[in-house]
Every structure is written in C-alpha cells, then in structure tokens.
C-alpha cells in the first residue's frame, strides 16, 4: 500500500471543515475529506455495482445514494454550503482499465496522443456532441451545422430545444444567452484505490474556480450572453486533428494554467497539467462548480475505477425546485423539458448570478471569503 493509502486510512468524525480547510477550498476550489463513508457503505456500493445486470441503471439506487444520505459527507456540506435536497440519482462513474485508443475524443485529439492520461479538462454543464471520427471537411459553418444536426434532437440549427449526447441542452435559456447548466458542488465519492496517477481518477485545475468567476463576469460586461457562443468562446476548435473538437473552456483561463512544462499534443499545443485526485475507498472531493476537471484513463489501476458522482445546488437559488443530484442543467428537465417558475422568478439570471459570484452560495464560508477579499 502507498505512502498517500497508509496516511488516509481513518474515518473521518469531525462535521465541519477546520480554519485552514476553508482557507485551503478558498485557494484551489476543491478539498477531500478523508474516509467521510464507513467501510460498510463502500462495501455495500460495490456489491450493488458488482451485482448489476447488463443494461441495468443504478442511478437511483440507494445503495450509492446513502453514499451521501448515510454518511458524514452530508452534515459536512451542510455547514460549508448549506441547505440541499438529499440526493435521489447520481452518475455511476466506471471506467475500465484500457490502454490509450486511437479514437478521436471530445476535443477533436486522438486519445492516444493527449497528455495527463487523456485528462479532457472541462466546465461542467456544457452539450457534448460525440466527436466525429472522420477528419471533417469543409467550410467551419458547414462543420458546426453537421455536427450539431448529428446529435439526438437532428437538425434543429442554433436552439435552446437541442440536447446533447450527455442530455445537456445547447443552451439553458429561449433567448440563447446563457449555454452553462450549472449547480454549487461536486461531490466526488471514491470506491476504490486511486492513490497513484494513471489510474482513471478524477483530475482538477487548482485554482481555475477563480479564472473562471472572473471570465464569466467578463463576458456579463459584454453584453450578458455567458459560457460557449459568448464573448470569448467559441464552440467548436477547427484546429483540432479532426477539426471539430469540442472547447470545454476558454483559451484566455488556458493561457493562465500552460507554462514551458506544459506538455503537447503532437501539433505542438501545450495543455494546462491537472492534479490527479489521489483518494481511497470512503474519501470524498468536494469541490466548487467552477473548477474546470475531467476524469482521466484508467491505464494503470487493477481493477475498474469507481466513482459515484453528485451534483449538487444550494437551496437558495431555487427553493421550491426538488433535485436528484444529477444534473448539470438544473433550471431544466433532465431531457430539457421546460420547468414552470413563480413570477417575477428568472431562472436563467439567478444562475448568471451565482456564475458571477460563486462564493454566494457557500455560506459556512462567507467569513473566509471576507478575509481573503480584504487582503
């Protein structure tokens, strides 16, 4: 067992994030809390994956949602963000060990020729449309047309009614100007050992929680229109190896995270490098909506890597919406339907809001956001 293994070994009881813990998810957007589920609720989770038919969804499976429900993960939210709808589903995040593919991914790059284990650094809440894998040709509109007219909702143009592969609507709002779902906190809840790199964990942009609140506020300056089609982000990279790669975030908060020992894709494009999330069965990373991060291939572990995924929001922002946990667009149906608010309720401004102010929805952390403005 490592070093990382021997060190996180005991269950955590303390329900509340001590001084410097709050300094530290101030700095880099995300903390981990060390054996936050007991042992009989990892064990129960695993045997309900192992246990699962072919074809059979165990999102809303209370074996993996207690993971949160019946563990101390929960009070310990409660206190650094504050009120939240107990998790009814949850993403069954399971990766087989593989070695590097020759397939096109998401950013329009041959997996086997991406740095940091195929990390795909994104912001959460966007539409995926799977990458071609034919180089694509033709003028960049007629490769934007084809590729969204490719997805389960057909040809429907630039429209709030189109959803992606990942069931995340192109854009959140009818008037187009908001294209980010968003919530207030990942939870990631580990199964299995990760505690060396290359193993398929979750990896995180220390942080870009920052870059991000900042850009976003920016492209409000510019006329209100945030997240990819607004100021400064494109949707799609026609750079890319198969011209048609997905931008999962925008190239002024890249220029901030690459330096000369940022590694490159063989066309020379240097790539912000992540910090792999070294965890154990029974530890938990919360971390802030806003912090860009991706799971990675599970090239060298010993089994499947197993991460049970929640999303959660502050109550606040919508206190008579009930959420699952699940869902990276919120202020929508799980398949875009379009949900019925109270008058004078605007949905989309009251996420432009919290994308704009992110530390407004952690409340247990108000006194450390506070001093750290000051200073």
Same mark, same amino acid.
């Given at each position: 067992?490592?070093?990382?293994?021997?060190?996180?070994?005991?269950?955590?009881?303390?329900?509340?994030?001590?001084?410097?813990?709050?300094?530290?998810?101030?700095?880099?957007?995300?903390?981990?809390?060390?054996?936050?589920?007991?042992?009989?609720?990892?064990?129960?989770?695993?045997?309900?994956?192992?246990?699962?038919?072919?074809?059979?969804?165990?999102?809303?499976?209370?074996?993996?949602?207690?993971?949160?429900?019946?563990?101390?993960?929960?009070?310990?939210?409660?206190?650094?963000?504050?009120?939240?709808?107990?998790?009814?589903?949850?993403?069954?995040?399971?990766?087989?060990?593989?070695?590097?593919?020759?397939?096109?991914?998401?950013?329009?790059?041959?997996?086997?020729?991406?740095?940091?284990?195929?990390?795909?650094?994104?912001?959460?809440?966007?539409?995926?449309?799977?990458?071609?894998?034919?180089?694509?040709?033709?003028?960049?509109?007629?490769?934007?047309?084809?590729?969204?007219?490719?997805?389960?909702?057909?040809?429907?143009?630039?429209?709030?009614?189109?959803?992606?592969?990942?069931?995340?609507?192109?854009?959140?709002?009818?008037?187009?100007?908001?294209?980010?779902?968003?919530?207030?906190?990942?939870?990631?809840?580990?199964?299995?050992?990760?505690?060396?790199?290359?193993?398929?964990?979750?990896?995180?942009?220390?942080?870009?929680?920052?870059?991000?609140?900042?850009?976003?506020?920016?492209?409000?300056?510019?006329?209100?229109?945030?997240?990819?089609?607004?100021?400064?982000?494109?949707?799609?990279?026609?750079?890319?190896?198969?011209?048609?790669?997905?931008?999962?975030?925008?190239?002024?908060?890249?220029?901030?995270?690459?330096? @000369?020992?940022? #590694?490159?894709? *063989?066309?020379?494009?240097? /790539?912000? %490098?992540?910090?792999?999330? &070294?965890?154990?069965?029974? +530890?938990?990373?919360?971390?802030?909506?806003?912090?860009?991060?991706?799971?990675?291939?599970?090239?060298?572990?010993?089994?499947?890597?197993?991460?049970?995924?929640?999303?959660?929001?502050?109550?606040?922002?919508?206190?008579?919406?009930?959420?699952?946990?699940?869902?990276?667009?919120?202020?929508?149906?799980?398949?875009? @339907?379009?949900? #019925?608010?109270? *008058?004078?309720?605007?949905? /989309?401004? %009251?996420?432009?809001?919290? &994308?704009?102010?992110?530390? +407004?929805?952690?409340?247990?952390?108000?006194?450390?956001?506070?001093?750290?403005?000051?200073?």
């Amino acid at each position: 067992m490592s070093q990382v293994a021997h060190s996180v070994s005991k269950v955590r009881a303390n329900p509340s994030l001590t001084l410097e813990e709050k300094r530290a998810f101030h700095r880099d957007g995300y903390f981990i809390v060390r054996g936050a589920v007991s042992p009989d609720l990892v064990e129960a989770a695993r045997r309900r994956i192992k246990a699962a038919q072919k074809g059979e969804s165990l999102m809303n499976d209370a074996a993996l949602t207690d993971l949160v429900n019946a563990s101390s993960i929960a009070p310990i939210l409660h206190e650094v963000m504050g009120k939240f709808d107990p998790p009814t589903a949850c993403q069954v995040g399971i990766l087989k060990r593989r070695e590097p593919g020759q397939h096109f991914n998401s950013l329009g790059y041959r997996d086997c020729d991406m740095p940091y284990f195929g990390a795909e650094m994104h912001q959460d809440g966007n539409i995926t449309i799977n990458s071609p894998q034919a180089v694509q040709e033709g003028a960049p509109d007629e490769i934007y047309r084809r590729h969204f007219a490719s997805g389960p909702s057909g040809d429907l143009g630039q429209s709030a009614e189109v959803m992606g592969h990942n069931s995340t609507p192109m854009y959140q709002d009818p008037e187009r100007t908001l294209s980010l779902g968003s919530f207030t906190a990942f939870l990631f809840v580990c199964l299995n050992d990760q505690t060396e790199p290359g193993r398929g964990q979750t990896n995180v942009l220390p942080g870009s929680h920052h870059a991000m609140e900042k850009f976003f506020q920016w492209q409000r300056s510019q006329g209100d229109r945030l997240g990819p089609e607004g100021p400064g982000w494109p949707r799609l990279n026609h750079d890319a190896p198969n011209r048609c790669g997905m931008v999962y975030m925008p190239e002024p908060v890249m220029a901030k995270f690459i330096d @000369e020992t940022s #590694e490159r894709t *063989p066309d020379g494009k240097r /790539w912000p %490098r992540p910090t792999p999330v &070294l965890m154990q069965a029974g +530890d938990v990373c919360v971390a802030s909506y806003h912090i860009l991060h991706s799971g990675s291939r599970n090239e060298l572990g010993t089994e499947s890597r197993k991460n049970i995924i929640f999303r959660i929001r502050n109550k606040r922002r919508q206190p008579n919406k009930v959420l699952t946990g699940i869902s990276d667009h919120p202020d929508r149906g799980w398949r875009g @339907e379009w949900l #019925e608010y109270e *008058p004078g309720n605007n949905p /989309w401004q %009251r996420s432009k809001d919290a &994308l704009c102010d992110m530390w +407004d929805e952690w409340e247990g952390m108000r006194e450390v956001v506070a001093e750290m403005r000051a200073g």
